[in-house]
């Protein structure tokens, strides 16, 4: 299995790449936001993940090992492949990928060129429990379990608010107050917006 590669970047597109080592050009297939790290310097240290098919030995490259990370746990799920998997990491980013998983928050799954509302729903199924086990997610699992946000995220999003600015906005007001209503939520949003 070929994990990660260091070499020289030959050539480089918003989809792909080919990195040489040793005289061997790769190519290595890419998500936008891999490309928005790409090096400006030609020496390069991407990591890989191979998939072998019947057809074709297809190389996925990333620039950090948490996106190789959850490119990987989706492509263990039913009805997702490793290109649906890449173009989900190229619409956001694998943080904010990992954030909606943890948070159960199928709206931006859906939203994601490829990914229905039921496929939506099976990654939130299958994946939020190991999303949350990777760590750094404190503050994420705090709008889960109230179900308030999720209606009052709704209402705000109904008058006009961003989802993303909303949703930080909710965050802060339920870590403080995890029993708030959504009555309660939206009043105290809608003074911090």
Not at 77 to 96: F, H, K, Q
Not at 148 to 163: I, K, P, Q
């Amino acid at each position: 299995m070929i994990t990660l590669l260091r070499g020289k970047l030959i050539e480089k597109s918003p989809t792909e790449i080919v990195v040489e080592c040793g005289g061997i050009g790769y190519e290595v297939s890419i998500s936008l936001h891999s490309y928005s790290l790409l090096p400006a310097e030609e020496n390069i240290l991407i990591y890989t993940y191979l998939q072998v098919r019947e057809d074709a030995h297809v190389l996925y490259g990333f620039m950090e090992k948490s996106e190789r990370q959850i490119f990987k746990l989706l492509i263990s799920v039913s009805g997702i492949g490793a290109n649906t998997a890449r173009n989900m990491l190229s619409y956001i980013t694998p943080s904010e990928l990992m954030a909606a998983i943890a948070n159960a928050d199928v709206a931006t799954l859906k939203a994601i060129k490829g990914v229905g509302p039921k496929t939506a729903q099976r990654i939130v199924l299958e994946l939020q429990e190991k999303v949350l086990k990777l760590g750094a997610f404190e503050d994420l699992s705090v709008i889960h379990h109230n179900t308030n946000t999720e209606e009052a995220l709704s209402a705000l999003e109904v008058l006009g608010f961003n989802r993303k600015s909303t949703e930080k906005v909710i965050k802060k007001i339920v870590s403080t107050n995890p029993d708030a209503t959504s009555e309660m939520i939206i009043k105290q949003a809608l003074k911090n917006l």
